[in-house]
């Protein structure tokens, strides 16, 4: 066996355990993505619960609930606006 | 005694056979021989079989999940959302038969089921059985930490409706499958509808993911729809008639508003009504949406367009007098109107709604010309406004309308509209003439509008309807503080059996507002009026108010007329800075 033989024999194995070494490396790599992924649907299911509660608690019937009965608020009228414009 | 060493005795020297040495060898290589044979049957021929079986413990085909889309009101207000929910289903071969009592009460509680049902479905024959469909995420998790074996959860979707009842004729509502069922839930179903993608995947023994082997079919998330409605507008619509069914003990009612200048629908109301939230209610006559579904003899409302017809054709003029007298008899029938008048203008025929005087009218026109203008306000045809159930009325063809039909269609009787339908012909006055096209999708585009009058006679007739609502007119409830309207009462008696009801009646108002340059149109119905009057003017004409009110408020319109200021003008107002000043904290 002379002595390029082994070198090549060398690189080869180096190279088997680096293709090891760079699967191992993109299997654990998409491990991170797909739980990326979950969280990322997580947190768009957790923002769709949250605009949904928004709404819940902005809407049109709550907030004249509370005016008129919480805090003794009245709708405006024209007899009490002033108009302003712009010129 | 010579010394033999143990390695030399004779007792050890044995000569095998060569035979045997050469057996051992041959089977060796037979040995191999049939590895070998093996080793290529498993990795070449016959792999096939191993193939699968490496691919079921490590390839997997998910599912790749799609919403359905939201449904907005005009300013991306959220007026149906899909959130992710649990399916509860249960194994029961796999349900332990001591269950604790007190696990049984406690997943039954959360449930909100009572024992007995939970037992009867926990010991069900089947090998599966849905304990409780779109469970809250949160009760799913307490039920999954209860830790009960053969409990299972599944992921679905729960469609939720923030404005509820207010909204509910025209978002709809999804079966537990999320499949539209009614309003535009239903009719834009399939734009709604999200459809799943599959991906295939390597699994690896800790049941991550590890490699993806590609998308199957990509998943499609169903598109968000816009609708023209304006929820603040809807919820005080809503709010108005549900007053109204109230104070008038009436069956029913409805409102619509319409952007006079867009031909958007901003609201659509109706009572009564159900809530979309709650699946125990979701059938039964509430669902219907009256304002669209319903028609009815549109009485005095349809006067306008006989007039308009008049006034196009050059037969009158708005201060052309015409005496009217107590009845006016055509063919068998005598028309009358609820008070005898002597003599009308045109324009005090309107305000006054006399039936004597728009008969006349009519009976000066062709019937082709009446029949024509109906027609082309949109009578007798189902909008097109992508609604379903929307109907068309009925509009008989002038041929074989006698002399009597042709006065009585004349105020509104023997032709039938729905409630929509009356609201978008009306754009006719308020857009100088033109009918446009009705929509409940959100256009930033003035449509353009088909002609149907001259903007003259559209602007005569204007003025017309301004008087209604003035003093001497049917409807001075009608009337908004800062606000010039305008519009036309109708009363009609219910038909009931082969003829009308003589206590049966249902009040509407069509109006418009600021008649300075018309923006909304509002239609009112209310249906069987039994306390505080049943007249158009009465029962519908106050409510038609305050919608205009708040509508243009909301819309922030200019008010047209003058107003009587309520509050002092030399009343002192605190300097701006001062503003900041006030705690917001209560």
Redesign the interface.
């Known amino acids: 066996m002379n002595r390029s033989t082994v070198i090549l024999l060398i690189i080869l194995m180096l190279c088997a355990l680096s293709l090891v070494a760079a699967q191992q490396k993109?299997?654990?790599l998409?491990?991170a993505l797909?739980r990326s992924q979950t969280e990322e649907?997580r947190l768009n299911?957790e923002w769709?619960?949250l605009?949904?509660e928004q709404?819940?608690l902005s809407?049109?019937?709550r907030v004249?609930e509370i005016a008129r009965k919480q805090l003794h608020m009245q709708?405006?009228?024209?007899?009490?606006t002033q108009?302003v414009?712009v010129d | 005694m010579p010394q033999i060493s143990f390695s030399s005795t004779p007792n050890l020297v044995l000569r095998l056979p060569m035979w045997r040495s050469r057996l051992v060898l041959f089977l060796i290589f037979v040995g191999f021989i049939a590895l070998t044979a093996r080793a290529v049957w498993v990795q070449g021929f016959g792999n096939s079989f191993y193939e699968e079986k490496g691919n079921k413990a490590t390839l997997r085909s998910i599912e790749m999940p799609a919403s359905r889309g939201k449904i907005l009101d005009r300013n991306g207000e959220v007026l149906a959302t899909s959130l992710l929910a649990k399916a509860i289903i249960a194994f029961p071969d796999a349900v332990p038969e001591d269950l604790s009592k007190e696990k049984l009460t406690q997943l039954a509680h959360l449930l909100e089921m009572n024992e007995g049902e939970l037992k009867k479905k926990l010991s069900s024959e089947r090998t599966q059985v849905f304990l409780k469909r779109q469970v809250d995420l949160e009760v799913a998790k307490q039920i999954k930490d209860l830790g009960i074996p053969g409990i299972a959860q599944n992921n679905e979707y729960r469609r939720l409706y923030p404005e509820g009842e207010a909204m509910a004729h025209i978002v709809g509502f999804t079966n537990v499958e999320d499949k539209g069922q009614e309003g535009m839930e239903l009719a834009r179903e399939k734009d709604l509808a999200g459809q799943p993608g599959r991906r295939r995947v390597i699994q690896d023994r800790l049941g991550r993911y590890v490699e993806g082997l590609g998308v199957i079919h990509p998943p499609k998330d169903g598109a968000d729809l816009q609708l023209s409605i304006d929820s603040k507008v809807q919820f005080l619509a809503f709010n108005e008639i549900k007053d109204a069914v109230e104070k008038h003990h009436a069956k029913a009612a409805g409102a619509v508003v319409l952007d006079a200048q867009t031909g958007e629908i901003l609201a659509l109301a109706n009572w009564p009504t159900y809530n979309p939230n709650s699946r125990a209610h979701l059938s039964g006559e509430q669902l219907r949406n009256r304002v669209l579904t319903d028609t009815f003899e549109p009485g005095s409302t349809i006067k306008p367009f006989t007039i308009s017809t008049a006034l196009e054709k050059g037969l009158v003029q708005p201060n052309t007098s015409m005496p009217i007298g107590k009845s006016y008899v055509v063919g068998k029938k005598a028309i009358t109107d609820t008070h005898p008048y002597g003599v009308l203008t045109v324009a005090e025929v309107i305000q006054k709604s006399s039936n004597i005087g728009t008969a006349k009218m009519a009976m000066q026109l062709q019937p082709q010309d009446m029949w024509e203008m109906f027609q082309a306000v949109g009578l007798g045809q189902a909008p097109n406004i992508g609604f379903p159930g929307a109907v068309a009325g009925r509009l008989r063809p002038y041929k074989n309308w006698v002399p009597m039909d042709q006065a009585i269609m004349s105020f509104g009787y023997g032709l039938s509209a729905s409630l929509f339908q009356m609201a978008r012909a009306y754009t006719i006055f308020a857009r100088d003439g033109e009918l446009v096209p009705a929509t409940i999708y959100k256009s930033n585009a003035v449509p353009k509008g088909t002609r149907v009058l001259s903007a003259k006679t559209a602007i005569q007739m204007r003025e017309m309807l301004e008087t209604v609502t003035q003093a001497g007119g049917t409807a001075t409830k009608a009337q908004t503080m800062g606000y010039r309207v305008g519009g036309k009462t109708g009363t009609a008696h219910k038909v009931e059996g082969k003829g009308y009801s003589g206590n049966k009646y249902r009040g509407f108002f069509v109006g418009m507002a600021p008649m300075s340059a018309p923006r909304i149109i509002v239609a009112v119905m209310v249906d069987e009026p039994s306390a505080g009057g049943h007249y158009g003017g009465e029962v519908a004409a106050p409510a038609f108010s305050n919608i205009v009110a708040g509508t243009l408020r909301s819309m922030n319109i200019l008010p047209d007329s003058a107003v009587k200021q309520m509050v002092d003008k030399d009343l002192q107002v605190a300097p701006v800075g001062a503003a900041h000043k006030v705690s917001l904290s209560r």
Do not use: D
Not at chain 1, 75 to 80: A, F, T
């Open positions: 993109t299997r654990s998409y491990v797909e649907r299911q769709l619960r605009e949904y709404r819940n809407k049109a019937a004249t709708p405006i009228n024209p007899g009490r108009y414009t």
